[in-house]
């Protein structure tokens, strides 16, 4: 397909596809301070007159609350299909107007115009599952084998929330039953309440049996959308069942995410320990010559995290056009000896060594430490060792590189207490609650953000419109979650640490949170 822009510039339909404007649901977008329209039936085959109140849809956010709005779009007769297929080859709207020099004009056969305005029609036509008249539903997934205290916090604290919206949203409808009260308040920016529920949806068995039980729970309580949820393994049959029947799901508390540029109703916190072996790519591609770059030599341990720590730098370094590295893996439990370590260094004097393993690199650290022919740099990863990380020997901290995907601990404990109380923040010493907490928040920040932009277009697509929409957000976990049209991972950075000397080490920055 092909269309033009300013005039006469012809370009192909996939550098001006219909939803990098009017996104996914067809009811418009905020990009740079502009607004696109909507361009769904219900709106097209209506008139369309300018808004009374003064607060527009979407409006924060996209915009400064300090700034003025933009000129609402101005008022025109509802379409035809005639004069649709004229707009849409021609550029003029029904009253005659000029529509923006950007908006591509498309050079449509007769048969595929009227594909489109059918498809246009039914776009965002009615309700999404999970909501009537009086409720919109949702769930959080969890398998069972995630201990019960860890599963029973994430479901409380999104119930608390849930708990929380309806209160004030019942209080706001009386506060508009007074007279008085209502004349001071706009309607014109709030959804008409529906009773939040949220019902939990446990996984048992193996992994290839989720699909089954997600399509029964399913069956039995259509849900609007997913919302956390906790597995201890891979996140991927949740993932496609949300992809198969187009469910949105917020945030799941997952290290190993689905790694996908297709990957459309799933919004990630990050891409878990993907992220920090790409992250190490990046790292050493902008800080080595390219001689050094060729000697690169990975030991992975064949396991979750290892597995995917070592595919992330694999694709990263591929992508950055160098040649694949040396790796030697390591059986889960298998021990590696000095000797062995150092007939490996001897035959592949790698300038950078990446270990990606578990507390076991410890040890495997310390050999590297007295060896003649030790390599310049060695990455590890902070999420894979854990608290263990700061046992790292004394001299082998100089050449020794972290990956670390979160805030400095430092800087996450200041925040920490700023979002969620000093209360919480000395009161819990379990460190896995405390994750779960962290890992909750943003939910809270997104969920009420979006449901009080989405008025009464209550379509699925329209929420995940409206959250990738949304401004930077921050957090105590991450140093950033940010959002575009189309992105789903929202912490896209890394930092590369080392370690201060001494018995209760620090982390150094040696890199910007994003690295590439």
């Not at 596809?17 to 097209?44: A, D, F, Q, R, Y």
């Not at 920090?276 to 030599?297: K, L, P, Q």
């Not at 341990?301 to 597995?307: F, K, L, P, Q």
């Not at 893996?329 to 270990?355: C, D, F, H, N, Y």
Request: charged letters at 25%; aromatic letters at 8%.
């Amino acid at each position: 397909m092909e269309s033009v822009v300013k005039g006469d510039i012809v370009v192909p339909g996939t550098s001006f596809t219909c939803v990098s404007c009017h996104m996914l649901s067809g009811l418009g977008s905020i990009e740079g301070g502009v607004i696109t329209i909507p361009t769904n039936g219900k709106s097209l085959y209506n008139p369309r007159k300018p808004p009374k109140g003064i607060r527009s849809s979407m409006s924060s956010m996209g915009f400064d609350k300090f700034q003025p709005p933009p000129p609402p779009a101005p008022a025109r007769p509802a379409y035809t299909d005639e004069n649709l297929a004229s707009t849409l080859r021609g550029g003029l709207d029904p009253s005659g107007r000029v529509l923006d020099p950007v908006m591509p004009r498309y050079k449509l056969s007769d048969r595929d115009m009227a594909v489109m305005i059918e498809y246009l029609k039914s776009l965002s036509s009615s309700y999404s599952p999970g909501i009537d008249d009086q409720t919109m539903r949702f769930a959080t997934v969890v398998s069972e084998d995630v201990p019960p205290e860890l599963r029973d916090q994430q479901a409380a604290l999104l119930e608390k929330l849930l708990y929380r919206m309806n209160e004030q949203a019942r209080d706001f409808d009386k506060r508009l039953k007074n007279p008085k009260l209502s004349r001071h308040i706009s309607k014109t920016g709030r959804m008409v309440h529906r009773n939040l529920t949220l019902s939990r949806w446990i996984l048992k068995g193996p992994p290839e049996t989720w699909k089954a039980q997600l399509e029964d729970y399913y069956r039995r309580e259509p849900v609007f959308a997913l919302l956390g949820g906790i597995t201890s393994g891979d996140w991927k049959p949740v993932h496609d069942f949300s992809e198969s029947n187009r469910i949105p799901c917020l945030f799941p508390q997952t290290e190993f995410p689905v790694v996908s540029d297709a990957n459309s109703y799933t919004f990630y916190l990050s891409k878990g320990h993907y992220q920090e072996g790409e992250a190490a790519a990046w790292f050493i591609n902008r800080n080595t010559d390219t001689a050094e770059a060729r000697s690169v030599v990975q030991i992975v341990r064949e396991t979750r995290e290892g597995t995917a720590l070592s595919t992330g730098f694999e694709e990263a370094w591929r992508n950055l056009g160098q040649r694949p590295p040396q790796t030697f893996r390591l059986k889960p439990g298998e021990s590696v000896s000095r000797e062995m370590l150092e007939k490996l260094i001897e035959k592949s004097q790698p300038a950078t060594l990446l270990v990606w393993d578990g507390v076991e690199s410890i040890s495997l650290l310390e050999s590297i430490a007295d060896m003649k022919n030790k390599p310049e740099a060695v990455f590890i990863s902070s999420s894979s060792l854990g608290k263990k990380t700061s046992a790292l020997p004394d001299h082998i901290r100089d050449i020794t590189y972290i990956t670390h995907p979160y805030r400095l601990p430092q800087e996450e404990a200041q925040l920490e207490e700023f979002y969620l109380g000093k209360a919480v923040s000395n009161g819990i010493e379990n460190s896995d609650i405390r994750g779960i907490m962290k890992r909750t928040y943003p939910i809270s920040r997104i969920l009420i953000q979006a449901l009080s932009e989405m008025k009464e277009n209550f379509h699925r697509d329209y929420l995940l419109d409206i959250v990738s929409m949304s401004k930077d957000l921050d957090v105590p976990l991450y140093e950033r979650l940010s959002f575009g049209p189309g992105q789903r991972y929202a912490s896209k950075g890394c930092y590369i640490v080392q370690l201060s000397k001494g018995d209760n080490p620090s982390f150094i920055k040696i890199s910007d949170w994003v690295t590439h």
